[in-house]
């Protein structure tokens, strides 16, 4: 064992050697020791977003986490070069957070697959799920309903990885209800970046427990998670409410997510034009009468819709569609255009999914996808949404924006998730996604995507000046310009990061931390 492990050490300095050379000595498989590195891949350099597209220069496909720690061990422990780690999921990401430019990429969903799962006992005790960090949430969703039991909070795409969602937040309608994701896990098991494997909660080593959920993978890699399961419906009763105020519309958002008790998901989304009706009517499966005048290009005409669903337990006890009716009369919609269809939970859940399919039949899946997601203080979202409508035009709009409130009770601040500062005890706070797609066939060239990104970064810079927005899923291209996006919290998450990273070399892709391997104290010194 020990010759084993010595042998695989000398091989990792070669590996450095190498990846610190100006020439590339990786051109096929190597084996090292316990590790299999493998050459780059188009894959590994490449993510949803398709605007960034970084090389690493070698790929790790780990049998366990251990092979994940090793690698971190020996990267952390050598004083040689500036390697840096990305794991990579489901490839989700868009601007290349999850790529590892000359470094290595580890290929989570190589991991062991099995699921474990406890069902409650007794009053006082709960459900959970123990779950690889590569796995998607559709494997665990489609699991754990043959049990009977489902996770409470979700995305809105299932086929995302359970530690890519963690390391972000993971919202969806019912984060109003449950909280992000992040707000509903009992343990971690956590690779740092000094390459020590811990299993953290919030009762043990809470502080990496809490500096992970929400933390950008700049701390350490997920390789298991305790996900807390609930009783899952059988069927859901989903509703579409139409509007054409904006006022109105939040503040009928507002009254849903005032009821807990009675509803279980709320969004929403702006109908701009007709193609934004019709995309986004793709996965209700019912007919939605609604043929609304969109005005001129000089003078368009918004349009808004709710999203609410109710969960049926199949009760005698519990009419859903009283349900629903006693909550549509408080509501302010358009007058007979409120539209409901029941679905099974499964496909409600997974109702991303169809309009995917329509997308890839229509060659408008591998596009780019300059996306911009934030959240939104409740005393500014008017102003951000005059802020958006002044900047696009209507009428050619590709794409899906969503707004829905979240309440901010339901995130522990302890994460390293950041929201906006509230200047009130104001509960309520919106998220905000501008779903765009600019496909190159359609003449949306490279001149084309640059000019949609620039219009995304002073969009978001003039919230975040102007009305105190913090993004979601964030970007920045400068390390000042983290700094000012974390505000009062960027000591903490510097100090996280000097603590469980203190070579900067997990996350390069975030461009939070950029590695400096001048400095004899480690790459961190600069940024303290």
């Given at each position: 064992m020990e010759v084993a492990m010595v042998c695989t050490r000398v091989n990792l300095l070669i590996l450095i050697l190498s990846l610190c050379s100006p020439y590339k000595f990786i051109q096929s498989p190597m084996d090292f020791g316990?590790?299999?590195?493998?050459?780059?891949?188009?894959?590994?350099?490449?993510?949803?977003?398709?605007?960034?597209?970084?090389?690493?220069?070698?790929?790790l496909k780990p049998q366990a986490p251990r092979d994940i720690s090793l690698l971190l061990s020996f990267l952390?422990?050598?004083?040689?070069?500036?390697?840096?780690?990305?794991?990579?999921?489901?490839?989700?990401?868009?601007?290349?957070?999850?790529?590892?430019?000359d470094g290595i990429v580890v290929e989570m969903s190589s991991l062991p697959s099995e699921i474990e799962f406890y069902r409650r006992e007794g009053e006082g005790d709960v459900s959970y799920a123990d779950v690889g960090g590569?796995?998607?949430?559709?494997?665990?969703?489609?699991?754990?309903?043959?049990?009977?039991?489902?996770?409470?909070s979700w995305t809105d795409y299932l086929y995302l990885t359970i530690g890519g969602t963690l390391s972000n937040a993971g919202i969806s309608g019912q984060t109003f209800k449950h909280g992000p994701q992040i707000s509903n896990v009992l343990q971690l098991e956590v690779v740092t970046g000094r390459g020590e494997i811990v299993t953290c909660s919030p009762t043990k080593d809470a502080e990496l427990f809490n500096a992970v959920l929400?933390?950008?993978?700049?701390?350490?890699?997920?390789?298991?998670?305790?996900?807390?399961?609930?009783?899952?419906?059988?069927?859901?009763?989903?509703?579409?409410?139409?509007?054409?105020d904006f006022a109105t519309f939040t503040k009928d958002q507002e009254l849903l997510v005032s009821m807990p008790v009675l509803v279980d998901y709320v969004e929403g989304f702006i109908v701009l034009?007709?193609?934004?009706?019709?995309?986004?009517?793709?996965?209700?499966?019912?007919?939605?009468?609604?043929?609304?005048?969109f005005g001129t290009k000089n003078n368009p005409k918004i349009y808004y819709c709710i999203e609410f669903a109710v969960h049926d337990y199949q009760n005698k006890n519990i009419n859903v569609e009283q349900v629903v009716e006693v909550i549509s009369r408080q509501m302010s919609h358009i007058a007979s255009h409120l539209y409901s269809v029941e679905v099974s939970y499964f496909d409600f859940l997974n109702r991303v999914r169809m309009e995917e399919m329509s997308l890839r039949n229509s060659g408008l899946w591998e596009v780019h996808h300059p996306w911009?997601?934030?959240?939104?203080?409740?005393?500014?979202?008017?102003?951000?949404?005059?802020?958006?409508?002044?900047?696009?035009?209507?009428?050619n709009f590709e794409g899906l924006i969503l707004i829905y409130p979240l309440l901010r009770h339901k995130w522990d601040?302890?994460?390293?998730?950041?929201?906006?500062?509230?200047?009130?005890?104001?509960?309520?706070?919106?998220?905000?996604?501008?779903?765009?797609?600019?496909?190159?066939?359609?003449?949306?060239?490279?001149?084309?995507?640059?000019?949609?990104?620039?219009?995304?970064?002073r969009l978001a810079g003039a919230a975040a000046s102007g009305l105190g927005a913090k993004?979601?899923?964030?970007?920045?291209?400068?390390?000042?310009?983290?700094?000012?996006?974390?505000?009062?919290?960027?000591?903490?998450?510097?100090?996280?990061?000097?603590?469980?990273?203190?070579?900067c070399i997990l996350g390069p892709g975030q461009g939070i931390f950029p590695r400096d391997s001048s400095s004899s104290n480690g790459a961190f010194a600069s940024y303290s």
């Open positions: 316990p590790l299999n590195l493998l050459p780059t891949t188009t894959t590994a350099s490449s993510d949803f977003g398709r605007i960034l597209f970084h090389s690493p220069s070698a790929v952390s422990a050598s004083p040689l070069g500036k390697v840096t780690v990305a794991a990579r999921g489901a490839g989700h990401s868009i601007h290349g957070q999850a790529q590892a430019l590569g796995i998607m949430w559709i494997e665990l969703l489609e699991q754990s309903l043959k049990l009977g039991l489902a996770p409470r929400g933390g950008l993978g700049q701390f350490g890699i997920i390789t298991r998670a305790r996900i807390l399961l609930q009783e899952a419906p059988q069927k859901v009763k989903w509703v579409r409410a139409f509007y054409d034009n007709e193609q934004s009706l019709h995309s986004s009517s793709i996965a209700f499966p019912t007919n939605v009468d609604f043929n609304p005048d911009l997601n934030m959240f939104v203080p409740r005393a500014g979202i008017s102003d951000f949404r005059d802020l958006l409508m002044d900047s696009i035009s209507p009428d601040t302890n994460t390293s998730v950041v929201l906006p500062d509230s200047g009130s005890t104001d509960q309520v706070m919106y998220a905000v996604g501008i779903l765009r797609s600019a496909n190159p066939d359609d003449g949306c060239s490279h001149h084309c995507l640059q000019e949609l990104l620039l219009h995304h970064s993004q979601y899923l964030a970007h920045h291209p400068t390390p000042a310009g983290w700094r000012r996006h974390f505000g009062r919290r960027w000591e903490r998450f510097a100090d996280r990061k000097a603590r469980f990273d203190p070579r």
